[in-house]
């Protein structure tokens, strides 16, 4: 549909579009290698020699498999312990300090030397996101959030800590406890709540089994008719962990019961916002007259470079193979985002869609009383 020049939040596209991944100023001389080819590398017969050049403190929060460690500034005094004769990737967290290295290697005739594009958190994004990353407000350690994809029902749980007081919170968890527990449990974290944006109807909900292993509290929104015991939340709640806090939005739209959960310069949208759509309103209690207000009045005020982490990737819902965008990225590009005026988006949201899935009575009924 053509898009109004009306200035509603969904069809004012800002001049300076972040992009959703950090990618610093391209460095001509130096070649680059992607995230995506680099984890297919990892993962072949003749993987190349990977150079963690971040420091000790940054490195604790996670690192590439296999890799060495050589902060960038002791690279002057101890490059010859690299191969010359090997292919070489040297990454950070971000991409501008390893192009740096990686010239200064070329310099000293290592011409097999790349540096990662984007780093190690453009990685963690694009390629693998169980490996834990931090944002560039929260360089110091202060932050921690790892990602769980679950490729079978391209679902997406997470897992927010406070590094200082080891307290932390899981958000929509998968039917299955143990990675959750294993996290945890290597990490040293106290998890002092289960969240659940909204009651699933694609999958069944995993809040039950990690309270049972963990006796963490379950929180949901005050609008769920859920018949276990848990705790409500409401617009402007804070769920606090250690030194940090999950600030509560309610979005109903998808369900009538959702919520967003906004940490810092991040957000945990569920369905609400997707990476390039929005979960149906045609199901359910769904209202796209709800989704609407939910997005214009809230989500797409926030500012641009607030970072989006869906429940959702992938083709079994139709989506992207990502785990993360920006506000200002989803406004320019997402279909949903894109109908140019309310009518265009209530049309968008109510014609054209598949049938109810078979399972989704089913699916909704066990979710609520476990």
Not at 237 to 242: E, H, K, S, T
Request: a negative charge; charged letters at 25%.
């Amino acid at each position: 549909m053509p898009r109004t020049t009306d200035s509603s939040p969904m069809s004012a596209a800002p001049p300076d579009l972040p992009h959703p991944y950090v990618r610093p100023d391209r460095a001509g001389a130096v070649p680059l290698v992607g995230p995506v080819e680099l984890k297919a590398l990892l993962d072949g017969p003749d993987p190349p020699v990977v150079v963690d050049l971040r420091t000790a403190r940054e490195r604790a929060f996670g690192h590439l498999p296999h890799d060495r460690s050589l902060p960038l500034a002791e690279l002057p005094k101890r490059f010859e312990e690299l191969p010359r004769d090997r292919p070489l990737v040297a990454y950070c967290q971000f991409g501008s300090e390893a192009r740096r290295a990686v010239d200064f290697l070329r310099s000293r005739g290592f011409f097999l030397a790349a540096a990662l594009e984007g780093g190690i958190d453009e990685y963690a994004r694009l390629a693998d996101p169980e490996i834990p990353r931090y944002g560039s407000d929260v360089r110091d350690g202060t932050l921690w959030l790892r990602q769980f994809p679950r490729p079978d029902t391209g679902c997406l749980a997470y897992l927010v800590g406070d590094p200082e007081t080891a307290k932390a919170v899981v958000v929509d968890p998968g039917r299955d406890p143990s990675p959750y527990l294993r996290a945890l449990a290597d990490g040293g974290w106290q998890l002092v709540g289960i969240v659940e944006t909204h009651t699933h109807a694609d999958h069944l909900a995993g809040h039950s089994a990690l309270h049972e292993k963990t006796e963490a509290p379950i929180f949901l929104g005050h609008r769920s008719p859920a018949q276990y015991p848990h705790r409500p939340l409401a617009e402007g709640d804070a769920l606090p962990f250690g030194n940090d806090a999950i600030h509560v939005i309610e979005t109903p739209g998808h369900t009538r019961d959702h919520l967003t959960l906004r940490v810092r310069d991040k957000i945990f949208t569920g369905d609400t916002l997707l990476i390039g759509a929005c979960g149906r309103t045609d199901l359910g209690d769904g209202s796209p007259e709800l989704l609407y207000e939910s997005l214009t009045q809230k989500l797409l005020t926030l500012p641009d470079t607030t970072e989006v982490y869906p429940a959702h990737f992938g083709r079994r819902h139709a989506l992207v193979e990502r785990y993360c965008s920006t506000v200002g990225f989803e406004r320019a590009t997402n279909e949903a985002l894109r109908q140019g005026s309310r009518a265009a988006f209530l049309a968008y949201m109510t014609e054209g869609w598949p049938p109810k899935p078979t399972e989704f009575d089913r699916i909704v009924a066990e979710n609520l009383a476990l």
